[in-house]
């Protein structure tokens, strides 16, 4: 009564074919994390340097008269 089912060729590929795939998924799993991470990085930059400029405009806004909005217009109006 202990029978062991043995692969057949047609399992075996299978078996490979999914092996492959697995391998191939890992891979792509592993460039996305660099990529992510990466990323997460420029935008840590990317908000450090916004709150750098935030930073600027409250100091000089402090100091400064209050503007006018005809004082920003293009020079050609």
């Not at 996305?32 to 990466?38: G, I, M, Q």
């Not at 503007?67 to 020079?75: G, K, Q, T």
């Amino acid at each position: 009564m202990n029978e062991h089912a043995r692969p057949t060729p047609d399992t075996h590929q299978r078996l490979t074919d999914l092996e492959i795939k697995v391998s191939y998924a890992d891979d792509l799993l592993d460039t996305l994390n660099a990529l992510v991470a990466r990323q997460q990085e420029q935008i840590d930059l990317l908000l450090r340097e916004v709150s750098r400029q935030r930073q600027r405009g409250s100091d000089d806004g402090l100091s400064a008269a209050p503007r006018d909005p005809r004082d920003e217009l293009p020079p050609h109006y």
